[in-house]
């Protein structure tokens, strides 16, 4: 069954470092997510991404936080410079369509830890 | 902001009984839920979903029933089986983002 794949598994990363989160989503698939959940939080949405485009972002993205499609197969999340609230896991997720009855499926993670 | 709420952190349930697990919303807007699985170290994997507008869906051992009048939907487990322990969480969307509660633990116990 396809699935949802995240690079790195596990990022350490100095405060003020910048840092890139690496996702493949379903190949089929047309949007993509990116969600975070700080350790004992519920999973708190960040930015959806459709057509090559943010289609819509939370309050915790703001301008340290970028995404991108740079080729058909790659969506990634960069964090411009980290700063310690930024430790979390940060799941991608991609989905068919955008409702509908599409579920979004999850990739596994990547655990975020600033030192 | 809790406009999804799951108010259990955890439930232990007998092998072969019932799992009920509970969810609660505030946002009318919400007109598609879903209830993800999630184990250590691992994202959460969907589990099943419904429309706004049914009641009960049901996909093998698994049925989630919802109660637009009350906010209300439950997720039923039958018969529930040790390899069903894990975290449950509840979320709601109305246009992409998915809105999550914050999960409940079930032990399946043997």
């Known amino acids: 069954e396809p699935e949802v794949t995240q690079t790195p598994s596990h990022q350490v990363t100095q405060m003020g470092q910048e840092v890139i989160l690496r996702c493949v989503p379903i190949?089929?698939?047309?949007?993509f997510y990116w969600y975070r959940q700080i350790l004992g939080q519920k999973v708190e949405f960040l930015v959806s991404f459709y057509n090559n485009e943010i289609s819509e972002k939370s309050e915790i993205f703001d301008d340290q936080f970028s995404v991108e499609r740079p080729d058909g197969s790659n969506f990634t999340l960069k964090i411009r410079s980290t700063k310690l609230e930024d430790s979390a896991m940060y799941f991608c997720?991609?989905?068919?369509?955008?409702?509908?009855?599409?579920?979004?499926?999850f990739g596994d993670g990547t655990r975020l830890s600033i030192l | 902001d809790q406009q999804v709420k799951q108010n259990s952190p955890s439930l232990s349930v007998q092998e072969g009984r019932i799992s009920i697990l509970n969810c609660d919303y505030t946002?009318?807007?919400?007109?598609?839920f879903l209830w993800y699985k999630k184990y250590p170290a691992e994202g959460p994997t969907f589990l099943i979903s419904i429309s706004s507008i049914k009641d009960k869906n049901e996909d093998g051992r698994f049925t989630v029933f919802l109660n637009k009048s009350a906010k209300h939907l439950s997720l039923h487990i039958v018969p529930s089986q040790p390899g069903d322990s894990a975290v449950y969480f509840c979320?709601?969307?109305?246009?992409?983002?998915?809105?999550f509660g914050k999960g409940t633990r079930l032990s399946v116990i043997a």
């Open positions: 946002n009318s807007m919400f007109d598609y």
């Open positions: 979320a709601a969307s109305s246009q992409g983002p998915l809105v």
């Open positions: 997720a991609s989905s068919r369509e955008e409702n509908s009855n599409q579920p979004q499926h």
């Open positions: 190949s089929n698939h047309l949007y």
